[in-house]
Each structure stands twice: as C-alpha cells, then as structure tokens.
C-alpha cells in the first residue's frame, strides 16, 4: 500500500514537472511565425480600411482581437516563458539574456506588430505605463484588496489581456472564457527568476497594497492602433 500511495504522488509531481516545462522555442521559428502574423494582419486592416458601413468595421475589430490574442497565447508568451528576469533586463530576444517586468511587457506587444516606444514605456511607472496603453474607460483601480478578492474582481470584469501594475511590479492577466487568471510576468521571485505563466490567485508576486489594473483587449483605441500599424504617442512620462 505504501509502495502505491508513493507511485500515485510521484506521478502527480511528475505531471505537475511536465504542465510547468516551457514550451519548445526556436528563433528561426519565432520570426517566421510573427511575419505570418504580420500578413494575416496586414490582411485584415485592408478589409478594415474597405469596409464601408460601421457594422463591416467592427466584424474586422471582432477578428483583430482574436488575432492579437490567439498570437499572445499560442506564440508570444510561450515563446518568452523561462527567459530569464533582470532588474535591468532589456533584452529583444526571447530566451537570450534577461529581461526586467517592464520590458517583458512592452517587448511581448511589439512582438505581435504594437508600434509602441518600447524602452521609453518599459522604464515607467506601471500606472503611468497602463494609462499610456488604453484610455481611462478601462482601467479600475484597486487598494488594500486582498489578493483572493482582487483576483475575483478581475475575473468578474470579464475575459480577455489585463496589464496590472502593483507598488514594484508590471504583469499582464489573462481572463480564459472558463474563469480562469493566469499572470504572466517576468517574475523576480527565487530560486529561478524568470518569465512564467502562474495562476494569479497563488502567485507570490501579486501581493501589493494598490493595484492598477488596465484591459487591453477592451480598447479599440489601441486595437486600431495595432490593426493599421499606427505609432502610439506617449503621454506625461516620468523618464527619458
């Protein structure tokens, strides 16, 4: 019995090993798949600009967000996964080098096409950053919530790409259509710092006595921005 109970958990652990393994990366890979998205993209904003009635538009705005995410879920953040974090991390390429909170985020947008101020953005504050990506609509704010009640608000605002920032740290949240929060952050957290994918209710790393939290994927400013490939200006920033 004891020889079984053992088996049984060391198949568990063996299973959650595995579910936490980052996905296989290639570079040549990577490119090639970004430059797919870049055409199917490119595509779309045509039919976007031909369209003649509002109805037309926003079916291509419905297919522009499933797009952009789709690309985030299945190519950017997996292929980002286990680089490893930096304080002064600035790295371009995934898995080469290291890369701090503020640079994970802004450099996983500009991955799938989001012509944005990538180093000027990452060194602000993760308010001032937020406030810098979508309009004032669509952020919520939040102070001295409980991490378990936090992450129930946000869930409640629905799914889709969140960027939260807290007292020291700046992560996307990712609401599934099931309920389920992931954070996916280029953590700080020992032993292994790095870029990982957590479910936010249990990540160490969300604890913080004010949290800022933005949805991207509700702003159709910054999802036309995305579309036509249109720079995004930058406002009231704290550095150079």
Known sequence: M???LYLVV??????RCEAQRPAA??????KATLQQLTQRRTQLAARY????????????LVEARKLWLNALDKTVFPAWESTPWSFYGQTWAPRQGSVACGYFVTTALFDTGLRLQRSLLARQGSE????????ESNISRYRRVSQAKFVQEVRALGPGL???????HVAFLRVSEGGAVQMVHASWIQPAPRVVREAADSSPALASKYRVV???????ALLKA??????????NLTVK
């Open 49 to 60: 600009t031909k369209a003649t009635t509002p109805a037309a538009q926003a079916a291509c």
């Open 226 to 235: 995305w579309l036509l490939s249109k720079p995004l200006a930058v406002h």
């Open 162 to 168: 969140y960027l939260v920032g807290l007292d020291f």
């Open 2 to 4: 004891k020889a079984l």
């Open 214 to 220: 933005g949805k991207l994927s509700a702003d159709d």
């Open 128 to 135: 001032r950053l937020i406030k810098n990506l979508v309009a």
């Open 10 to 15: 060391l198949l568990a652990c063996s299973s």
């Open 25 to 30: 990366y290639s570079a040549p890979a990577y």
